[in-house]
Every structure is written in C-alpha cells, then in structure tokens.
C-alpha cells in the first residue's frame, strides 16, 4: 500500500520508526509506524524510481536533503544501505529513551551523560550519525 503524506503538509517525509515528519524541523506532524518497504516505495514515487536505480550523485544529492553526506567511493548497495540506516535513525531518536541513547553512542564511541537533557542527548548523537 502507498502510503502519501498528509494532505496540509505535502513536503513531509516518512520516518519508519517514527511517522510523517517536517524535513526542516524535525517536528513529528503526525505519529504512525510504517514498514521499510513502505519508506522506499514513497521515495521511489516521489523520486520517480527506486533508489536502486538511482545514481550515486543522486543518492549523494537525496541525502544531503536529509543532512546526512554520504562516501561516493563506497559501493552503490553500501551507499543505498548507508542512505537508509541514517534517515531512519536521525528519525527515530526521538522516540528513545536516555538509556537507549546512551547505548547508541557507547555503539559509536562515545560516552553520553545522562544527566543532560534528552534534547541535549539527541542533539549530540544528531551531530555524532550525521559525520
């Protein structure tokens, strides 16, 4: 099933773990769960093709969209993979918990203090999966 985007708010994107959300703000508009087969369908409608049949320039151009650079020399499957897992994490922190993101930076190297805000925690795990 293709799933569309609300209809008072036609630039936001799905998120899988999180719903449909601003491209600009972040801001959660309106919270459902959708399948990663539903992610890539809507972005191979809106695309006009699949990120498969994308080029790397295309892909590299797509995820700068979403603030996340992507390495040209990495294979295409690598890249498209790459696309994917960043979108769908940069999307999904808000829905974690401090202890959740704390085990997601110790994955990355880097030790969080729980004693910030969850804001504060997610800003700097934004910074940290964006690089």
């Keep these: 099933m293709a799933i ?3 209809a008072w708010c036609s630039g936001a994107i799905p998120i ?8 600009d703000s972040n801001e ?3 919270s459902s769960r959708f399948s990663a087969a539903q992610v890539e369908s809507f972005w191979a409608e809106k695309n006009g093709t699949g990120l498969g049949d994308m080029s790397k320039d295309e892909l ?3 995820g ?4 996340v650079e ?10 498209i993979e790459q696309l994917k897992t960043a979108i769908n994490d940069l999307g999904g922190l ?7 993101l704390e085990t997601l930076g110790r994955e990355h190297g880097i030790e969080l203090d729980r004693r ?9 795990m934004r910074e940290i999966l964006s690089k």
């Design 4 to 6: 569309t985007p609300p």
């Design 28 to 30: 959660l508009l309106i």
């Design 116 to 124: 910030y805000t969850k804001a504060k925690l997610i800003t700097t």
């Design 94 to 100: 808000d829905s974690m918990t401090k202890k959740q």
């Design 64 to 67: 700068r969209e979403h603030g």
């Design 16 to 23: 899988q773990s999180k719903g449909w959300v601003d491209p």
């Design 70 to 79: 992507l390495d040209k020399r990495m294979k295409h499957e690598d890249l």
């Design 60 to 62: 590299e151009s797509l």
